[in-house]
């Protein structure tokens, strides 16, 4: 198990002091969820929205594909996306969630990132109760975190690691 | 008595093209619709921080907040997104900026939105929710939200993912027998016929309603043999092949194609299962010297190790790999889980599926083998989707009891690309259903028949170019102005107990908490600083967003 401690600690702390240590799960993530569905619940509007009964407006839908708007785009961006993005911004339709499915290799850059390791230690039946307890714990990133740090610092992979940002073709040019 | 088990969560922004959509979109709401807040979410902060960067590259760093947990930690942030944070030094945290109802777009993860709510943020605060990685989270997270979504004023709610793909991680089985493991984006895609192919009088029956769903469908990432079983057995059929063949073809020569172009190979090996120990995990010999032998013809004709993954679902096998290969020679091969490198992507991806139908000498009785999780088609789809030049595939023939691994197998008998073990014959009708499958479904010379010709271009793809060259025409340029007056949906979000267009922020107004956030605001809001002398923050933002966008 690790243990982190703040400065201030360190400048208070002198060898010969003992402690006893005690472990408090963080709940506030179940509390927060919790709450989250609680509101949803009570709110028509909203289970509207998660359970969407209407069928799609075709109203709604055609007036989005006939609407003459001019949109001037970021280089790279292909037609399949311009469609989808005409959709999202364009579209009134907000009795449903617009939903973007994206498979994989879709994309083209190899991105390991580092993790959380979570670790549940105790989940109740049926409806997750309030007390469940989570512990979760921060660990050495599973691949070196240079390669994240500098996947966002410069928005490209770090080289070697299997893709090949220079090809230019559509749809290039993906973290730029 | 079961062990403990551990998951491991790796959050990883797993396509960057979908993510880069939604980018795409959030700057054209800010051009197009300045006065209206949008709210980014993602399941990590992983994933959120890496669309926080991008984000950053398209808008000015005023109008975006990147928002975290109190405890979240300076260290674990990115230094470009310093700017964009609201660290408070005197208590070491992240704290939530008082002017947050004023900032045009935000970003945090679904359960750190809970704070927007918790601060009083009304409902229709936010004219778009956009959540990326939707598919990897659990929708208890993607309600947190949606009390700030008015949708009947307009405010609209968007997913990006893929529910095809590995999804939020429960460990417990209580909480997946309720359904704790299907996301929003999968249950809606499962439950809703808005969401299915034909929905809407969509042409043909057979495509999705693009005013409710959009699918990418470009791929930018594998040699079209490799394409095809995810294709059809996930997708519809609808992947298209826009690798550059120069690249995806480029181990075409090696042995284990046997001069063929089909850059795929089943190696069925008959293999044994076994466990070391107490450890509940398999490992599999034979399959693990299989491997063995396909690494080092693959590091014989010249390929990297970097470039080179084996991927196995059992962590006994991949710890057995990864020994084998650090003493024959094949040392920074990477060896990895199917959960770890989701996401990833590498030029041969050699896969070790362990199972056999012969456990510890003895073979099961019935000779039909337990799959155990590698039945999971999210998994499967995931490690298959992750090679650009060359899948080979090690398994038990006595896989093709499953119907995603029988189509595999066909697929690879189709291309000449079957090898070892031959194929018991009670599956063989199996089989030859599965490739009558993967022939239909490839929708005349779409993904499937290219792959079986090993020519680049069927007919679908065709059709496909067609239909987004018509999509590309049918965009006339008009006046910009019409654009913005023309699309505004029912209703503009309501504005009160937040105005719209605050006052000027003077240097008295600006918070004391989150000082390095406050200077920046502070600045932003002086006078004399933005053109718009006088005029709101707000508005300062939207004058100053629309000149910047113009790149």
Redesign the interface.
């Given at each position: 198990m690790a243990v982190q401690f703040?400065l201030k600690f360190h400048e208070g702390w002198t060898p010969d002091m003992t402690f006893d240590l005690r472990c408090v799960p963080n709940r506030s993530?179940f509390v927060?969820?919790?709450?989250?569905?609680d509101?949803?619940a009570e709110?028509p509007?909203?289970l509207?929205?998660?359970?969407?009964v209407?069928?799609?407006?075709?109203v709604?839908?055609e007036a989005?594909?006939r609407?003459?708007?001019?949109?001037?785009?970021?280089p790279?961006?292909?037609?399949?996306?311009?469609?989808?993005?005409?959709?999202?911004?364009?579209?009134?339709?907000?009795?449903?969630?617009?939903?973007?499915?994206?498979?994989?290799?879709?994309?083209?850059?190899?991105?390991?990132?580092?993790?959380?390791?979570?670790?549940?230690v105790h989940?109740?039946?049926?409806?997750?109760p309030r007390d469940a307890c989570l512990m979760s714990r921060?660990v050495a990133p599973?691949t070196p975190c240079k390669w994240?740090?500098l996947?966002?610092?410069t928005?490209q992979p770090p080289a070697?690691?299997?893709?090949?940002p220079s090809?230019d073709?559509?749809?290039a040019s993906?973290?730029? | 008595m079961p062990r403990p088990k551990i998951r491991y969560h790796f959050s990883l922004p797993q396509n960057p093209i979908q993510t880069r959509t939604l980018v795409e979109c959030v700057a054209q709401i800010r051009r197009g619709r300045p006065h209206v807040r949008i709210l980014c979410c993602t399941a990590s902060n992983t994933a959120a921080d890496v669309l926080a960067t991008r984000l950053l590259q398209r808008l000015r760093a005023n109008d975006l907040l990147r928002l975290y947990a109190p405890s979240h930690g300076m260290a674990k942030t990115p230094k470009a997104l310093h700017p964009i944070t609201c660290y408070d030094e005197d208590t070491d945290s992240f704290a939530m900026p008082d002017d947050v109802a004023a900032v045009p777009v935000v970003v945090c993860t679904l359960v750190t939105a809970a704070r927007l709510v918790d601060k009083g943020l009304p409902r229709g605060h936010f004219a778009y929710i956009l959540v990326d990685e939707a598919a990897q989270a659990k929708e208890a997270e993607a309600v947190v939200p949606l009390a700030l979504l008015d949708p009947a004023a307009g405010g609209r709610l968007v997913l990006g993912g893929d529910p095809c793909q590995l999804g939020p991680v429960v460990a417990s089985n209580v909480a997946k027998e309720h359904g704790l493991e299907v996301s929003l984006m999968e249950r809606l895609m499962r439950d809703f016929p808005r969401y299915r192919p034909g929905a809407g009088g969509a042409a043909g029956g057979t495509t999705f309603d693009p005013a409710a769903i959009v699918r990418l469908v470009a791929n930018y990432r594998s040699h079209g043999a490799l394409l095809t079983v995810p294709s059809v057995l996930f997708y519809g059929g609808e992947l298209l092949e826009r690798a550059d063949r120069s690249e995806t073809g480029a181990l075409l020569g090696l042995p284990a194609f046997g001069g063929t172009d089909f850059p795929f190979l089943f190696h069925a090996v008959e293999g044994r299962q076994e466990r070391q120990g107490t450890n509940p995990s398999w490992f599999n010999a034979d399959e693990a010297a299989a491997v063995l032998d396909h690494v080092r013809a693959l590091r014989g004709a010249g390929v990297a190790p970097a470039d080179v993954v084996v991927l196995s679902p059992y962590r006994a096998q991949i710890a057995k790999v990864d020994a084998l290969l650090g003493r024959h020679g094949c040392p920074g091969v990477r060896v990895a889980s199917t959960e770890e490198f989701q996401g990833g992507e590498v030029t041969a991806v050699v896969i070790t599926t362990v199972r056999s139908a012969t456990v510890a000498d003895a073979p099961v009785p019935g000779g039909a083998m337990s799959l155990g999780f590698l039945a999971s088609p999210k998994r499967f789809n995931v490690a298959i989707t992750r090679a650009k030049a060359a899948l080979i595939v090690v398994g038990s023939p006595h896989l093709a009891a499953d119907e995603h691994y029988a189509a595999l197998i066909a697929h690879a008998q189709g291309g000449g690309g079957y090898r070892g073990a031959p194929l018991p014959m009670r599956y063989e009708q199996k089989v030859a259903a599965a490739a009558e499958r993967l022939r239909a479904g490839g929708g005349g010379g779409g993904a499937g028949a290219t792959a079986k010709k090993g020519r680049g271009g069927g007919g679908s793809r065709a059709a496909g170019e067609t239909h987004r060259r018509e999509i590309d025409d049918d965009a006339a340029p008009v006046a910009a102005e019409n654009a913005i007056s023309g699309n505004v949906p029912r209703g503009e979000p309501p504005t009160q107990g937040v105005p719209t267009r605050p006052p000027a922020v003077s240097a008295a107004a600006v918070p004391k908490s989150g000082g390095a956030w406050a200077r920046r605001r502070g600045r932003a809001g002086a006078p004399g600083t933005v053109a718009t002398v006088g005029r709101g923050l707000h508005n300062s933002f939207a004058a100053l967003s629309l000149d910047d966008d113009g790149d």
């Open positions: 703040s993530q927060r969820l919790h709450d989250g569905i509101r949803a709110d509007q909203l509207d929205l998660l359970f969407p209407s069928t799609v407006s075709q709604a839908a989005a594909g609407r003459r708007v001019h949109m001037e785009w970021s790279g961006i292909n037609s399949e996306q311009r469609e989808a993005v005409r959709q999202i911004v364009l579209g009134n339709d907000t009795s449903a969630p617009y939903l973007l499915q994206g498979p994989p290799g879709t994309g083209k850059v190899c991105m390991m990132q580092s993790g959380t390791v979570w670790r549940v989940w109740g039946a049926g409806r997750v921060k599973y994240r740090d996947i966002l610092a928005g070697g690691c299997g893709s090949t090809i073709r559509e749809g993906l973290l730029g | -």
